[in-house]
């Protein structure tokens, strides 16, 4: 069921003054791809709260990172993305909390 706050005028308005802002999508662009937003999200659910929802941090996203790479992040709590020199990027993804052998 959709949240009655995404149908509210001031989201629309919101909504639409972040990808004018901000039209590419930003976990492409970490990943050095040139894609365009078409969705506004939340950096950190709101989980029903309007305060959050209305004055949360918000980001662009193309949809395919909205429904795939987010939620997963959100699942996980980390993000898998591999980095250049083959090592994962998100400092909270366990590989990088290994402590090393003295």
């Known amino acids: 069921m959709r949240n009655y706050l995404y149908d509210s005028r001031r989201w629309r308005k919101l909504a639409k003054q972040q990808l004018q802002n901000h039209p590419l999508c ?3 662009l970490q990943n050095g791809l040139i894609e365009p937003a078409t969705v506004v ?3 950190i659910p709101h989980k029903g709260n309007r305060e959050s929802f209305f ?3 918000i ?3 193309c949809r395919p990172c ?3 790479t987010k939620q997963m992040i959100e699942k996980r709590g980390y993000d898998t993305t591999i980095g250049f020199d083959g090592w994962p990027i998100d400092p909270k993804h366990p590989a ?3 402590v090393p052998i003295k």
């Open 55 to 57: 004055l949360g941090a």
């Open 66 to 68: 909205h429904d795939g």
């Open 41 to 43: 999200d939340h950096v």
């Open 26 to 28: 930003k976990i492409c």
């Open 96 to 98: 990088n909390k290994i």
């Open 59 to 61: 980001q662009s996203l």
